[in-house]
């Protein structure tokens, strides 16, 4: 893991601002965290194993706070006001909470779960920052979304269609803001793909975690609106794009 001295870490602005990752106990998410935590800032981590929750604590135990918490349960936004409190406040919402698998069985409640936490849980949680920062009149809500929600793919369709969710509820904030002056931050990041446990096959272009993480990071700092990471992705992106849907259905 990086130290926060070395250059290709964004500083945190404000120094000491408090962060809230969802979906902290692995993966990007945890990576996240403890970049936040080297910087000095007051980190929430949420997940649904408390003893990964637990570790970072005793790691951090000045500045990291934590609630365990199951983003397909109501219940969640009782556990958010809760955790912002115990932080003294809330500048910046990571949603890094996600399921995603190939699901050529289209088994239903896999289809289901990845529902339940890519669309329901975000809807939720981002909805509680968005009226959090509109009271707080400054905020940031930045979701870790995916290539996969750029074009239809037949093999994970609900991981697919859920990720393009997040793509358009984020654009829909942010012009809901636009439209209402405030002065909300958002930044949707778009990765292809990175090692972590959720990955279970070989793909094209893969980076490390390690390197996967740092380029988000920076991403967010720099308040990024919309980032492809890593990014030679941007010129494979547009291509895709190009390719009508009917072609599309057909050949993929």
């Not at 990086?2 to 106990?25: C, E, H």
């Not at 936040?36 to 951090?60: D, I, M, S």
């Not at 700092?221 to 990014?231: A, H």
């Amino acid at each position: 893991m990086p130290q926060s001295s070395k250059p290709y870490l964004v500083k945190a602005d404000p120094p000491g601002k408090r962060v809230m990752i969802v979906g902290a106990t692995s993966g990007i998410g945890r990576e996240l965290a403890r970049y936040y935590l080297l910087q000095g800032c007051v980190v929430g981590v949420t997940g649904r194993r408390e003893e990964k929750l637990a570790e970072l604590k005793a790691e951090f135990p000045e500045s990291c706070r934590f609630r365990p918490m199951d983003v397909r349960r109501q219940v969640c936004v009782d556990i958010f006001s809760d955790l912002v409190e115990e932080m003294g406040g809330l500048d910046l919402l990571i949603y890094c909470a996600g399921i995603g698998t190939q699901n050529p069985a289209l088994d239903l409640e896999l289809e289901w779960c990845t529902v339940k936490t890519n669309v329901d849980g975000y809807v939720c949680l981002s909805t509680c920052a968005y009226n959090y920062f509109k009271k707080q009149r400054s905020g940031h809500i930045a979701v870790i979304s995916s290539l996969a929600g750029i074009r239809a793919l037949r093999q994970s369709p609900a991981y697919s269609a859920s990720k393009r969710f997040q793509i358009q509820y984020t654009s829909c904030l942010a012009q809901k803001a636009n439209h209402e002056r405030l002065p909300i931050l958002f930044t949707t990041i778009v990765p292809g793909f990175i090692r972590t446990d959720m990955l279970k096959y070989k793909y094209p272009f893969t980076i490390s975690l390690e390197k996967g993480s740092r380029l988000i990071y920076n991403k967010i700092e720099k308040r990024r609106r919309f980032s492809t990471v890593p990014g030679r992705w941007r010129w494979i992106e547009p291509l895709w794009k190009m390719i009508p849907n009917m072609l599309w259905e057909k050949i993929w």
